[in-house]
């Protein structure tokens, strides 16, 4: 589920739609978390499904560790990807604003952690990378941890909407990170090698 102080707004002929801020939305800010009415399915239910259903899964899905393609029910699925993405994910399946998001700013994720299928070339943002590829979790995960790590102690001291998506025992992991008891989980955790399975099944 996404955030309540959001919606979907025009962003350009290029990009087509996004999710827009509403509120001020501050760093630390749980800005999606998976819920019961997010869909699942395996690469066999997709193989199974009509070509015109598998088109827009291919468009608005994301690949989960377990190598199946999650699709979001509202307006989750709208976020854009970018380089410099305000949201990042986590292995506690939410994402957190990583910085400041303002009224009327566009949310975004950086597609180089949800497994994509294939790379892909998008819009110059005038960084070093160009590319999103399917294995960028291994190579950007502790770049990523770093800008989680540095307003996941704000996840507590905000209001946070969502909360009541996240279990308790997650929130508990989170109070022990917090605490120094523990230490945060890397998105690395999300990583589906789809090599890897290709492998074990030709066995």
């Not at 978390?33 to 070509?51: G, I, N, Q």
């Amino acid at each position: 589920m996404i955030h309540p102080h959001t919606e979907i707004r025009f962003i350009s002929e290029t990009v087509g739609h996004g999710v827009v801020a509403t509120q001020f939305i501050p760093a630390g800010t749980i800005t999606w978390a998976l819920d019961k009415l997010d869909r699942d399915f395996t690469p066999a239910d997709f193989d199974k499904l009509d070509p015109l259903y598998q088109t827009i899964l291919e468009t608005y899905i994301y690949r989960n560790k377990a190598g199946n393609l999650v699709l979001c029910w509202d307006n989750g699925r709208f976020v854009n990807h970018s380089f410099k993405s305000n949201c990042i994910s986590t292995a506690y399946d939410f994402e957190v604003a990583v910085r400041d998001i303002y009224p009327g700013e566009e949310l975004t994720d950086d597609y180089g952690y949800l497994n994509v299928t294939s790379p892909f070339t998008a819009i110059d943002e005038g960084t070093e990378r160009k590319t999103v590829y399917p294995d960028d979790l291994l190579h950007f995960s502790k770049e990523w941890d770093a800008k989680v790590n540095a307003v996941f102690s704000k996840i507590t001291q905000i209001k946070q909407p969502l909360k009541n998506l996240i279990s308790e025992e997650v929130w508990l992991e989170i109070n022990d990170i917090i605490a120094g008891r523990l230490q945060m989980r890397s998105i690395a955790e999300n990583y589906f090698d789809s090599q890897k399975v290709e492998t074990s099944s030709t066995r």
